[in-house]
């Protein structure tokens, strides 16, 4: 007296069902000729892909039978021409061009300390003369304090 398992007869259950879902499909197979066909794997050296010739799809593009027509050039030529133009001398400053011009040390002021400092460091590591930085660096170091 054996006594199975839930899980084992849900699995004896599913198989048979899968079973004979394939017994069934395999005999509506056999019926068809040309479904026979389609499941049997395609040999590659008999089909149409052995045969194939990438390079007989290439063709050549002579210069008559070119697709860029002939005023292309001018036009872009032209474009950028006129692009130029109207940016360097037509168009007029605005507030964004104002803002972009402005020099970097009126918008930090604090920064203009530590970077000149750093431009001591190296410029003496790189033994250069430095005197005008330190002239400078003093006197904006006075006018830090005169504003305190």
Do not use: H
């Not at 599913?14 to 017994?23: A, F, K, S, T, V």
């Not at 479904?35 to 050549?60: G, M």
């Amino acid at each position: 007296m054996r006594q199975r398992s839930v899980l084992a007869n849900l699995w004896l259950l599913n198989g048979d069902e899968q079973n004979g879902r394939m017994q069934s499909t395999k005999t509506e197979r056999n019926d068809d000729v040309e479904d026979d066909d389609d499941s049997k794997p395609i040999q590659y050296t008999t089909s149409k892909a052995f045969r194939y010739k990438a390079y007989e799809n290439f063709r050549e593009i002579e210069e008559e039978e070119s697709s860029v027509p002939s005023y292309n050039n001018l036009v872009i030529r032209l474009s950028v021409a006129i692009f130029l133009i109207y940016f360097i001398s037509l168009r007029e400053p605005n507030d964004i061009d104002e803002l972009l011009s402005r020099d970097l040390f009126e918008i930090v002021p604090d920064l203009q300390i530590p970077m000149l400092e750093a431009d001591i460091k190296r410029l003496e590591q790189q033994k250069v003369n430095v005197d005008d930085l330190k002239q400078k660096l003093n006197e904006l170091k006075r006018l830090e304090k005169e504003k305190k």
